[in-house]
T-cell receptor
Framework: DTGVSQNPRHKITKRGQNVTFRCDPI?????LYWYRQTLGQGPEFLTY????????KSRLLSDRFSAERPKGSFSTLEIQRTEQGDSAMYLC???????????FGSGTRLTVV | AQSVTQLDSQVPVFEEAPVELRCNYS??????LFWYVQYPNQGLQLLLK??????LVKGINGFEAEFNKSQTSFHLRKPSVHISDTAEYFC????????????FGTGTRLTVIP
C-alpha cells in the first residue's frame, strides 16, 4: 500500500493554458474523489468516481473542468483555459465503497499567473 | 443542506496542556462526522469518525471527540498536546453512508507552544 499519489506536486501556468493533473489511488480502492482547497478554506467536493463511472459532480465543476478515470484505475483532472481563480490545491482521495473515511493524497498546488 | 462551523480559526496552546477544537454542524438528517488533520504540504489524514453507537469516539494520536446530537456538536479533544500536534484540523460531515460527498469546515490551526 503506497497511498494515494498525485502528480505533479506543483504546477505554475499562464492564464488561458490547459493543465492536467493525475491521481493514482490505492490499488484496491474502487472510489476516487477530487476536492479543491483554496487558501484558508476547507476542501470542497468536485466529483467522484466508482470504478470508471463518474457518479456525482459538484456545481463547482464548470464546463472548463473535466475528469476521467479510464479502466477504473488512475484518474486525471483537466482544466481548460485556466483562470486566476483556479489557483488552489487540488486533492485526490480514494476509498472502498461502504468504507467511511477517505485516504487523501498530498495534492497538486496550481498557481495561475 | 449540510454545513460545518469551526468556531476557532486559530488555537494556541502550551505543550502538555489540554485542548478542545470546536465543531458544530447543521443537518436535517442523520449525520456521519469526521475529523481530519493536515500537516504542512501534506494531504489530509483521518483522525477519527462517528458513524453510530457510542457518542465518545477515540482516534489516533490520543485524540477523541464527542458527538452531541442536542447541541449538534462534535468537538475534538486531547488531554495533553505535543509539539508534533501543530497542524490544521478540519471537521467534516456527510449525510450518506460511504461519505460520497464530505462537507468540510474552514479549519482550525492548532499551534503548540513549547
Amino acid at each position: 500500500d503506497t497511498g494515494v499519489s498525485q502528480n505533479p506536486r506543483h504546477k505554475i501556468t499562464k492564464r488561458g493554458q490547459n493543465v492536467t493533473f493525475r491521481c493514482d489511488p490505492i490499488s484496491e480502492h474502487n472510489r476516487l474523489y477530487w476536492y479543491r482547497q483554496t487558501l484558508g478554506q476547507g476542501p470542497e467536493f468536485l466529483t467522484y468516481f466508482q470504478n470508471e463511472a463518474q457518479l456525482e459532480k459538484s456545481r463547482l465543476l464548470s464546463d472548463r473542468f473535466s475528469a476521467e478515470r479510464p479502466k477504473g484505475s488512475f484518474s486525471t483532472l483537466e482544466i481548460q483555459r485556466t483562470e486566476q481563480g483556479d489557483s488552489a490545491m487540488y486533492l485526490c482521495a480514494s476509498s472502498l465503497a461502504g468504507n467511511y473515511g477517505y485516504t487523501f493524497g498530498s495534492g497538486t498546488r496550481l498557481t495561475v499567473v | 443542506a449540510q454545513s460545518v462551523t469551526q468556531l476557532d480559526s486559530q488555537v494556541p496552546v502550551f505543550e502538555e496542556a489540554p485542548v478542545e477544537l470546536r465543531c458544530n454542524y447543521s443537518s436535517s438528517v442523520s449525520v456521519y462526522l469526521f475529523w481530519y488533520v493536515q500537516y504542512p504540504n501534506q494531504g489530509l489524514q483521518l483522525l477519527l469518525k462517528y458513524l453510530s453507537g457510542s457518542t465518545l469516539v477515540k482516534g489516533i494520536n490520543g485524540f477523541e471527540a464527542e458527538f452531541n446530537k442536542s447541541q449538534t456538536s462534535f468537538h475534538l479533544r486531547k488531554p495533553s498536546v505535543h509539539i508534533s500536534d501543530t497542524a490544521e484540523y478540519f471537521c467534516a460531515v456527510s449525510d450518506r453512508p460511504g461519505a460520497n460527498n464530505l462537507f468540510f469546515g474552514t479549519g482550525t490551526r492548532l499551534t503548540v507552544i513549547p
